[in-house]
T-cell receptor
Framework: GAVVSQHPSWVICKSGTSVKIECRSLDFQATTMFWYRQFPKQSLMLMAT?????????EQGVEKDKFLINHASLTLSTLTVTSAHPEDSSFYICSARGPLQETQYFGPGTRLLVL | GQQLNQSPQSMFIQEGEDVSMNCTSS?????WLWYKQDPGEGPVLLIA?????ELTSNGRLTAQFGITRKDSFLNISASIPSDVGIYFC??????????FGTGTSLTVIP
């Protein structure tokens, strides 16, 4: 149980285009999901906390107009990287707060490469 | 955001050896979580701890919630090559705020 999926697993796009990443909780309802960014050999950097039916809470330094988050249902949150640039290339990982509420379950990650 | 201090940063051990790593914080936490991340994958939850002093095992893995609530330990017994990866601790006070450690990279030499 407590499986989180992410789609796509990797994406290559041209600079200036927008990319949408989906995060789904497959066997539980997640009122709260989290979006992280991870650089090579580094820890997870929290970008934003996504609550179902309300606006996401962004961490300091994360541009909310650049990284659009929508949590329209209890099983789906999306992250859209708008007008992507090469510096946005990274590994993006979502997680969902688990059924016990005191745990987080991670998706498999999405590797984004912006050319 | 706050990060937890995790040590050691990296470990190179022989197959069959035991492994110990720890996570410390200046703040008190109510929940400690331990994750393993393989290259190119998302972290996988190994053990969750909810009470000070709690000792929990998952196969060859054992984790403890420190009595002071400011630290946690993860031990791996009789390491095998598939234990290779990066291990992260995470702490939670209340609500949605989870803080992650800097990670311990484990290499197991066959």
């Amino acid at each position: 149980g407590a499986v989180v999926s992410q789609h796509p697993s990797w994406v290559i796009c041209k600079s200036g285009t927008s990319v949408k990443i989906e995060c789904r909780s497959l066997d539980f309802q997640a009122t709260t999901m989290f979006w992280y960014r991870q650089f090579p050999k580094q820890s997870l950097m929290l970008m934003a906390t996504s609550n179902e039916g309300s606006k996401a809470t962004y961490e300091q330094g994360v541009e909310k107009d650049k990284f659009l988050i929508n949590h329209a249902s209890l099983t789906l949150s999306t992250l859209t990287v708008t007008s992507a640039h090469p510096e946005d290339s990274s590994f993006y990982i979502c997680s969902a707060r688990g059924p016990l509420q005191e745990t987080q379950y991670f998706g498999p990650g999405t590797r984004l490469l912006v050319l | 955001g706050q990060q937890l201090n995790q040590s050691p940063q990296s470990m190179f051990i022989q197959e069959g050896e035991d492994v110990s790593m720890n996570c410390t914080s200046s703040s008190i936490f109510n929940t400690w979580l331990w994750y393993k991340q393989d290259p190119g994958e998302g972290p996988v939850l190994l053990i969750a701890l909810y009470k000070a002093g709690e000792l929990t095992s998952n196969g060859r893995l054992t984790a403890q919630f420190g009595i002071t609530r400011k630290d946690s330990f993860l031990n791996i017994s009789a390491s095998i090559p598939s234990d290779v990866g990066i291990y992260f601790c995470a702490g939670r006070v209340t609500g949605n705020q989870f803080y992650f450690g800097t990670g311990t990279s484990l290499t197991v030499i066959p």
